[in-house]
């Protein structure tokens, strides 16, 4: 009885080894089926985990700057926006374009002086139309250049639809220069002396003389209806429309004088 114990535990054991041996020999050639690659491809793998690793790391260090910047980047828009609130409060009380008014008032007071040096001798007629600005007397004291007091796209959309009609800031701006440049021209022809004007405007002269003395019009800017000739402000609807929508904005005052409608520019209070 206890042979046959022992016999069958001398099977198991040699069984036991039998099993161990077929699963080293299965490693063995496990092991040895590729063995040019393994290696290789193993050490691949490591060198992309360690790029990856690298890269990772660089994306942190971006993204740790860029939080860095997040507060100097607000700081910088708020200064932009508010220079940009600036500018375009500045931009809406200079129109689209400035007309020379200076240049265009000289050389419409000059076509009117000394018509008869210019009718004798072309050649010494320009010669003084010339040297004329350098002449011209000046304007009465305390008058100052006339007012150029712009409107703001504020107040234009402040008007209603049926009085705004279709002008724009710029139109209405524009008419404001021209109606600048005929009353520089008035203030020029008032203070010309007789001899220096032809007849017909020697009796225009007067004619401003005597509305300038009045009262409502005295120390003031101001031209005649008969002064529009453009080229921003004409006497038809558009040209209405703008002076009863600056006349609306407090930009000017009309009165009548004998036969004259008298446009007066006022200046801000």
């Not at 290696?39 to 793998?45: G, H, N």
């Not at 020029?188 to 032809?198: G, R, T």
């Not at 120390?219 to 929508?245: C, M, Q, R, S, Y």
Request: with cysteine.
């Amino acid at each position: 009885m206890e042979a046959k114990k022992a016999g069958s535990s001398l099977d198991d054991l040699m069984s036991s080894f039998n099993t161990r041996i077929a699963e080293l020999q299965e490693l063995v050639i496990a092991r040895n089926m590729y063995p040019a690659t393994s290696i290789t491809d193993l050490s691949a793998v490591d060198a992309a985990l360690k790029a990856m690793e690298l890269q990772l790391q660089a994306i942190k260090d971006r993204l740790g700057d860029e939080t860095l910047a997040i507060p100097k980047a607000k700081s910088l828009i708020d200064a932009s926006l508010q220079q940009q609130k600036k500018l375009q409060n500045m931009s809406v009380y200079v129109p689209s374009s400035l007309p020379e008014r200076s240049s265009i008032t000289n050389l419409e007071t000059n076509r009117c002086l000394l018509p008869e040096f210019s009718k004798q001798d072309p050649g010494f007629g320009s010669l003084k139309l010339e040297e004329q600005p350098a002449a011209l007397p000046k304007e009465k004291k305390g008058r100052g250049s006339p007012p150029l007091w712009y409107i703001t796209t504020d107040e234009l959309d402040s008007l209603s639809s049926y009085m705004r009609g279709r002008l724009t800031q710029e139109k209405v701006n524009a008419a404001i220069n021209d109606m600048a440049t005929y009353a520089e021209a008035n203030v020029q022809l008032i203070a010309a002396p007789k001899k220096k004007l032809a007849e017909n405007l020697w009796e225009k002269a007067l004619e401003l003389r005597d509305i300038a003395m009045a009262e409502a019009v005295k120390g003031k800017h101001f031209f005649i209806e008969n002064d529009i000739k453009g080229p921003a402000l004409k006497l038809d609807n558009t040209g209405k429309a703008i002076l009863t929508v600056l006349r609306h904005l407090g930009r000017i005052s009309e009165t009548r004088i004998g036969h004259h409608r008298v446009i007066i520019l006022l200046k801000p209070q």
